[in-house]
């Protein structure tokens, strides 16, 4: 059975991909994918975002390390 991620996580793990851009480029691309999952739903984001099973591991891999 598939899990349901919450929007914040998925938009986190889209943006996890480009933490080496500066940080005023990471909240416009925070913008764009928040109003893009509003208009598309989570299924399409995930989609179109790229926002895989192995993405959501890496991401929650990473932020756990940070904590």
Do not use: C, Q, W
Not at 18 to 33: F, W
Not at 48 to 54: F, I, K, L, Q, R
């Amino acid at each position: 059975m598939a899990a349901a991620y919450s929007k914040e996580l998925l938009v986190n793990t889209y943006l996890h991909k480009y933490r080496s851009l500066p940080p005023r480029t990471v909240e416009k691309l925070s913008l764009l994918a928040n109003k893009l999952y509003d208009e598309v739903g989570r299924d399409k984001f995930r989609v179109y975002a790229s926002v895989t099973p192995e993405a959501i591991r890496e991401y929650k891999s990473a932020d756990s390390a940070k904590a």
